[in-house]
T-cell receptor, first 113, second 115 residues
Framework: GNSVTQMEGPVTLSEEAFLTINCTYT??????LFWYVQYPGEGLQLLLK?????DKGSNKGFEATYRKETTSFHLEKGSVQVSDSAVYFC????????????FGSGTRLQVQP | DAMVIQNPRYQVTQFGKPVTLSCSQT?????MYWYQQKSSQAPKLLFH???????NEADTPDNFQSRRPNTSFCFLDIRSPGLGDAAMYLC??????????????FGPGTRLTVL
């Protein structure tokens, strides 16, 4: 079956540091890939997505590139802020068959001033 | 603002005592989903409704039921909660069945405690 593996957290960074959260996937076929973010006390929000190989999703300074050769979709940001502190979930879905989201277990990011 | 609302945000129940969690949406989306998220784990899909069509995941326990009386509301019923059912329950909606084109919108979740 399909699965998503994320690096374990928490990831603790100082403000303005560079962020990478690793995500790799296993899927039969060609999934669409997503990053969701969950701020404290809130629901999950879509952060960015990529639907085919070599696509780059970007939003709010975050970027992730769909790498088919390494089955990865790592999340990056050049300069994190305290307000980026949240839990980040990598997820995939297939455009055929069972079209539910498959999530990774989430990575908590803590940004210190 | 259009949104997904879950009530209550925190629910405490006793072992074996039925409990109902509520979700409503103002997005007029066709699809509503219920996920279970245990501590430090990925959200796990329990079931979804496409309009009035109910779709149960194969490994969802029979203890979990759902109702969707209209487009706006969806309920999660846990008939006899066990200690293992303590979790965050997330409701989500999408305009159509999720593909790359259709985003899922999530509510804030209901945290269920079973005593």
């Amino acid at each position: 079956g399909n699965s998503v593996t994320q690096m374990e957290g928490p990831v603790t960074l100082s403000e303005e540091a560079f962020l990478t959260i690793n995500c790799t996937y296993t899927a039969t076929g060609y999934p669409s890939l997503f990053w969701y973010v969950q701020y404290p006390g809130e629901g999950l929000q879509l952060l960015l997505k990529a639907t085919k190989a070599d696509d780059k999703g970007s939003n709010k300074g975050f970027e992730a590139t769909y790498r088919k050769e390494t089955t990865s979709f790592h999340l990056e940001k050049g300069s994190v802020q305290v307000s980026d502190s949240a839990v980040y979930f990598c997820a995939l879905t297939m455009d055929t068959g069972r079209r539910a989201l498959t999530f990774g277990s989430g990575t908590r990011l803590q940004v210190q001033p | 603002d259009a949104m997904v609302i879950q009530n209550p945000r925190y629910q405490v129940t006793q072992f074996g005592k039925p409990v109902t969690l509520s979700c409503s949406q103002t997005l007029n989306h066709n699809v509503m989903y219920w996920y279970q998220q245990k501590s430090s784990q990925a959200p796990k899909l329990l079931f979804h409704y496409y309009d009035k069509d109910f779709n149960n995941e194969a490994d969802t326990p029979d203890n979990f039921q759902s109702r969707r009386p209209n487009t706006s509301f969806c309920f999660l019923d846990i008939r006899s909660p066990g200690l293992g059912d303590a979790a965050m329950y997330l409701c989500a909606t999408s305009r159509e069945i999720v593909t790359s084109a259709y985003e899922q919108f999530f509510g804030p979740g209901t945290r269920l405690t079973v005593l």
